[in-house]
């Protein structure tokens, strides 16, 4: 099984400021990652996909990068609406498509 | 509009057995591989099982193999999750998600709650 790990487990960051979340993988997953939000009583929901791709309706201050095993998400200017909890994705082999534990990104 | 809406999750005792079901709209619902994910209290994401559009592939996570059953009822538009041997630790909202291949998980569904308490 490959284990995603995120961290911070939670950062505290001010309304425009930059905010950078990590994922590591285990092993080599090539740029098959994804990253969810999911807000306080709501469904997760997809951001980006293999890795830097955002997925449709998505805002531009959000970005991804890397491949293999270190991946990085940014959030270039923080809105109020963005506070929210940010999982990780492996989805390059099955058995199973595991996510990161989260990372809670809240108002400083 | 692309939906998923899943249903029958509410309060068991350990042991006891509950039927999740999760109705597609708004795609080809034949079309596409489905997932089943679920969130414990105050806890994060745990995919549990998946299966492929004709039913031919399915896959579970350890914690539930032998005591859970993904389904599916592509003429119905309609994703089944059937639950045995419920232990306290199942307690969870439980997801229905749509598997985009070399995507992920797209759309999600509202969640329904699972409960297992004496």
């Known amino acids: 099984e490959i284990v995603m790990t995120q961290s911070p487990a939670t950062l505290s960051v001010s309304p425009g400021e930059r905010a950078t979340l990590s994922c590591r993988a285990s092993q080599s997953v090539s740029s098959n990652l994804a990253w969810y939000q999911q807000k306080p009583g709501q469904a997760p929901r997809l951001l980006i996909y293999g890795a830097s791709t955002r997925a449709t309706g998505i805002p531009a201050r959000f970005s991804g990068s890397g491949s293999g095993t270190e991946f990085t998400l940014t959030i270039s200017s923080l809105q109020s609406e963005d506070f929210a909890v940010y999982y990780c994705?492996?989805?390059?082999?099955?058995?199973?498509?595991?996510f990161g534990q989260g990372t809670k990104v809240e108002i400083k | 509009e692309v939906q998923l809406v899943e249903s029958g999750g509410g309060l068991v005792q350990p042991g006891g057995s509950l039927r999740l079901s999760c109705a597609a709209s708004g795609f080809t619902f034949s079309s596409y591989s489905m997932n089943w994910v679920r969130q414990a209290p105050g806890k994060g994401l745990e995919w549990v099982s998946y299966i492929s559009s004709s039913s031919s592939t399915i896959y579970y996570a350890d914690s539930v193999k032998g005591r859970f059953t993904i389904s599916r009822d592509n003429a119905k538009n309609s994703l089944y999750l059937q639950m045995n041997s419920l232990r306290d630790e199942d307690t969870a909202v439980y997801y229905c998600?749509?598997?985009?291949?070399?995507?992920?998980?797209?759309?999600w569904g509202q969640g329904t709650l699972v409960t297992v308490s004496s």
């Open positions: 998600a749509r598997d985009i291949t070399m995507i992920g998980f797209d759309p």
């Open positions: 994705q492996q989805y390059n082999n099955w058995a199973p498509r595991t």
